[in-house]
């Protein structure tokens, strides 16, 4: 069935280990005809993006991956008129450095923007190889899987790893070209705020916090904790009516807000009642 990878967002530090090692392996070495010398800068076939998300102070950081998906129906592929780019049985999607004549039409296919890249140099299209030269020596795992210290990549056969899959969703769900790597954690809106005690001007704890979806009314709730701070965390993107609700105090609602993209709705403020 081939080989997956599973990067697990959650638990990735943002350490760049992945990113060094990627160029580590490929920089300045010729693994022909699995791939050419990777350039000095430009190129990164494992690329990590700080996706910063909200508002101060209500701010998360996600490091994202960009890397090549190895699609199983992988337009890159089809777009080839040279016949450069072929699937192995382990799944691998490869760009062969001696069919390849620099005609760009894969990068112009792939659904997945920025994870192939152009060679002016060589004239040739350049992307992750699942790092094919080592497995065909006998590892089990690419470069960038062997140097993550928190576990985040998992790499193996996927029959094997059928349970973190189902954990996992694709990068990008409406594109119908069955990846090979798979995302635990992808970011999904939160909205966060605080809750204070407009009179003793003191953060509320244990304030119940109500998000209601304005269309189909879906609920997500939460409590502040010891600071007065509230984080509801992966809602349906959309907007929302907030509900703030404390014994003593009278309920406050606000709305609605715009959940479309992670968002800090400030500090809220209560009345006794």
Known sequence: MGKVLVIDLNICNGCYNCQVACKDEHVGNDWSPIAKP????GQFWNKVHDKVRGQVPKVKVTYMHSICQHCDDAPCIEACNVDAIYKRDDGAVIIDTEKCRGNQLCLSACPYEGVIYFNDSLNIAQKCTFCAHLLD????????????????FTFGDEEDLKELIAKAEPLKPAQDVKP???????????IAGAVFDSVADECTEDARVTAMKVGNGKVYETATDSYGDFWLRDVEPGEYTILVEKEGYLPHKMGPVDASKDINVGDIAVWKA
């Open 137 to 152: 020596d006998g590892w089990t795992e690419p470069r960038c899987v062997d140097a993550c210290p928190t576990g985040a």
């Open 38 to 41: 990777q350039p000095d800068t």
């Open 180 to 190: 090979r790597v798979w995302y635990i954690g992808l970011p999904k809106p939160f």
